[in-house]
């Protein structure tokens, strides 16, 4: 038997909301689990509602319904029309993109962050620079005056490194 699986924007009927939704449910599921052990050996309600509460909350924060922090790649991409603009592609879940965005937020840093799970140009993109793969968070740096995206170190010196050197018009991007 052969099992077929395909990314959400695949699919024909499209998903209210397209992502991973097995970790926030197996989270979930464990709370409950541990909720419902913690009532019947008498431990009291009060630390199985804490227990559940706790699980909801984890399994919240890395689902797909998070919309924190989206904005349409084509938007930014007619944003970056005046001047070289960061977008930063990520995904709800991804430690690596959660820890960029708090150190560039701390930083200060300009950046555009773009949802690969809500934007299918995005996450067309994200495997085309990844070679397949939907590895976040990934850092480029649009130009107008370039055909494609240039990609930058996905940190917090990278990107203050790209946004300081400027990159001549037409030209090949100095060395990062």
């Known amino acids: 038997m052969v099992v077929r699986v395909m990314h959400p924007f695949r699919r024909t009927e499209r998903q209210l909301v397209p992502g991973r939704w097995f970790g926030p449910t197996v989270v979930l599921a464990v709370g409950c689990a541990l909720s419902w052990i913690f009532v019947s050996f008498g431990h009291g309600g009060p630390l199985a509602l804490a ?9 919240a924060w890395n689902s797909p319904l998070r919309v924190t922090g989206h904005e349409p790649l084509r938007s930014v991409q007619d944003i970056s029309g005046a001047d070289q603009t960061v977008v930063v592609l990520w995904r709800p879940g991804c430690p690596y993109s959660s820890a960029l965005r708090r150190r560039a937020s701390r930083a200060g840093l300009r950046v ?3 949802n690969i799970w809500r934007d299918e140009d995005a996450y067309e993109l994200c495997c085309s620079i990844n070679k397949g793969s ?11 005056a370039r055909p494609g995206p240039v990609v930058i170190p996905a940190s917090v010196s990278g990107i203050r490194e790209a946004t300081a050197a400027a990159l001549p018009r037409g030209g090949a991007p100095r060395a990062l």
Request: net charge negative.
């Open 51 to 59: 227990t559940f509460l706790a699980s909801a909350v984890i399994a």
């Open 112 to 114: 555009h962050w773009v």
């Open 134 to 144: 939907e590895e976040t968070p990934t850092a480029m740096l649009l130009d107008s």
